[in-house]
């Protein structure tokens, strides 16, 4: 970093960053775990996964809402020599952190098919929903108070996560067009030319 600028990912593109591996292995655990007939059955199955997939979104969702609250309100103005980290760094640091969490996690959901079919893969993919929420809400309170917020690179741990953690002091804040991700971590769409 020149002269003593800080490398910053968005928080809300740190929070995303599990959604999508989450769902989709998930839904794929699901999807298998329905061809298993289980010791329970089936039917009670997928309906105990339906249960799990509600509360476990929830449960993310809604998780250290106080702790980010506390972090939005103290956020700083980013320096003029801090780095914006792009989108897809942090989005890749992030997986590739994770990758051998986001595995067991697979295989985990894919062996309770045999105990309660599909129930571990909507777990897993109710968790990937609730981080799509997380980072909604985020979006939402960017929107609201027209500034990004994002995270030291340094301050999140060694995986690329945890945004919200003991490590991290306090956000920065940037205008809403500074990045490449728009509010809420999704990709920042460009006007089409005509």
Known sequence: MARGGQGLARVAVVVRAGAAPLWWLGVFA????????????????????????????????????GRYTELIRSAARAGKHDVLQDRSVAVRNWRRGHRWWLLLAFLAALGSAFAVPAAGGLLLAGCGAGLWLKAAWL????????????????????????PAGKAVK?????????????????????????
Do not use: H, K, M, N
């Open 30 to 65: 699901a999807g298998i775990g329905v061809l298993v007939p289980g010791l329970t059955g089936r039917r009670i199955g997928v309906l105990a996964g339906a249960a799990l997939f509600i509360v476990a979104g929830a449960v993310v969702a809604y998780a250290r809402r």
């Open 139 to 162: 979006g939402r309170r960017e929107r609201a108070e027209s500034a990004l917020l994002w995270v030291r690179v340094d301050w999140l741990d060694g995986r690329g996560g945890r």
């Open 170 to 194: 306090a956000y920065r804040s940037t205008g809403v067009a500074a990045g490449d991700a728009a509010p809420g971590g999704t990709r920042r769409r460009t006007a089409a030319l005509v």
